[in-house]
């Protein structure tokens, strides 16, 4: 079946400009999250959503990001006003379970450039 | 909060050969380990995982080793072949908690030479 995926796969955003990354989970998984993936590092959680419900938004930077999921399935990751430090791979990630959180899909990613 | 160290940061070996990429982990709650495996540009795949009731687990020429006590785990890949070249994470997580999100680790870049 389909597996995650999201677009734009690439972005380039002049400083101050606001930009919205798209999410399409695998269909019917409950659980999704968003990482950010600066260059020769590992992911870092940003966000976490149990269907509709944003549980978990610890790993957000700044007030400057913003995701929501207001139907329970695709997720949109928000960054207004954008900064250099922003430039990264954002990647989403999707699980059939909640609670006992089980495997982690990602997608392709979406890599922000920011001049 | 979680802090997962992963050594080394490059590996290389010759095909044929195996190759053990080691983590620790700071979180003793921590009961969920997987593997990703990421070539340039693309998608981390999920490789492997282990849980903590669990010490190892294989499929095929992978495994993985859990040691709760000492707070690592290991990936092990035997009979390296050129298409295993690629970065590996380590990550670790809490699914006792709500969330089960990922703390990964800083990647292996592993080449493996023909």
């Known amino acids: 079946g389909a597996g995650v995926s999201q677009s734009p796969r690439y972005k380039v955003a002049k400083r101050g400009q606001d930009v919205a990354l798209r999410c399409d989970p695998i269909?019917?998984?409950?659980?999704l999250f968003w990482y950010q993936q600066a260059l020769g590092q590992g992911p870092e959680f940003l966000t976490y959503?149990?269907?509709?419900?944003?549980?978990?938004k610890s790993g957000l930077p700044s007030d400057r990001f913003f995701a929501e999921r207001p139907e329970g399935s695709v997720s949109t990751l928000k960054i207004q006003r954008t900064q250099q430090e922003d430039s990264a791979v954002y990647l989403c990630?999707?699980?059939?379970?909640?609670?006992?959180?089980?495997?982690?899909?990602f997608g392709p990613g979406t890599r922000l450039t920011v001049t | 909060g979680e802090n997962v160290e992963q050594h080394p940061s490059t590996l290389s070996v010759q095909e044929g050969d195996s190759a053990v990429i080691k983590c620790t982990y700071s979180?003793?709650?921590?009961?969920?380990f997987p593997w990703y495996k990421q070539e340039l540009g693309k998608r981390p795949q999920l490789i492997i995982d282990?849980?903590?009731?669990?010490g190892e687990k294989k499929d095929q020429r992978i495994a993985v080793t859990l040691n709760k006590t000492a707070k690592h785990f290991s990936l092990h890949i035997t009979e390296t072949q050129p298409e295993d070249s690629a970065v590996y994470f380590c990550?670790?997580?809490?699914?006792?908690?709500?969330?089960?999100?990922?703390?990964f680790g800083k990647g292996t870049k592993l080449s493996v030479k023909p």
């Open positions: 990630a999707s699980s059939p379970r909640t609670g006992s959180v089980g495997e982690q899909y």
């Open positions: 269909s019917g998984h409950v659980s």
């Open positions: 959503f149990q269907n509709e419900a944003q549980l978990d």
């Open positions: 979180d003793s709650a921590s009961n969920y």
């Open positions: 282990i849980r903590s009731n669990v």
């Open positions: 990550a670790a997580s809490n699914h006792g908690g709500s969330q089960g999100n990922l703390i």
